[in-house]
């Protein structure tokens, strides 16, 4: 695959101060102007001002400048915008408004995480000893951002861009909702989901365990019990443990540990989805403000009226 990950976000947020507290206690490594490192992926996050919460600019990694000059080509096809410099191409996705700048960077080259041994039924696998992870007191530090979910008011124009444009591959669709796609091994990098404004879902960002992902979310509770959205639960699609929480600004963002891959294109069969088993395996019910966040009344009229 010409791309191998998502490389940066860029957040518009209204309170960038506030919100940028927010992502250091969501163990982001806080740099300067505004920048968020996570442990494999570098910086990943950047927060700039805007009067509404907004994705502002989505970076994908690429392998080599050839690859650039096929996209661009393709898009131009498309009749999308292409501005294009010798390391870089930009275009905007006419059913998000997000700008998605392609670039040449380096694959993640991640140490493993280790194996840690669980006890089973017949199965001592830990010998004599306490569980590892009760022993956990450090913050937990997010390993890579994983993947950005978008409202989009035309889905169909947003995967032609994704897809047809740029070249993300279909792991999962649920028809008239949302296709699951990726730009790497993970199951998804991205989802674009049907919604009546664009808007950012949520960003997710991945731990090395499910504990990581209970550590996180109660630090972060403990701080202010308002952040909780939806979790401890498993996604059916893309299998992956999760816990949803909230900026300040009022986007989710999302701890996760244990997705599938799909190392080998050939031996994976896209599932086409149509009920709620597809959201989640288990889990707390869904709130109705995880699907239709809070303040998406207030969104409309902002971007109705900017
Ligand atoms: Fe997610």
Redesign the pocket.
Known sequence: MAMHRLTSVCIGVPNVAETATYYEEFGLTRLAGHWFATVDGGEQLRLVPSPRRRLVELGIGVDDPDDLHSMASRLGTLGVEVKQTPDAVTATDPGTGVRVVLGVAAPLDPHPAPVIAQNGPGRPDRGTARAEPIDRTGPVRPRKLG?V?LGSVDVEASEKFFIQGIGFKVSDRVPGAASFLRCSADHHNL?VQAAPIPFLH?T?WQVDDVDEIGRGATALLNKDPARHVWGLGR?HI?S?F?W?LKDPAGNFS?Y?ADMDCIVDDQLWEPGVWTDMRALYSWGPPVPESFLAPDDLAELMVATHNP
Do not use: C, I, P
Request: charged residues 10%; hydrophobic residues 25%.
């Open positions: 993947h979910v989802l949520h997710s996604h893309g992956n999760f949803y999302e996760y």
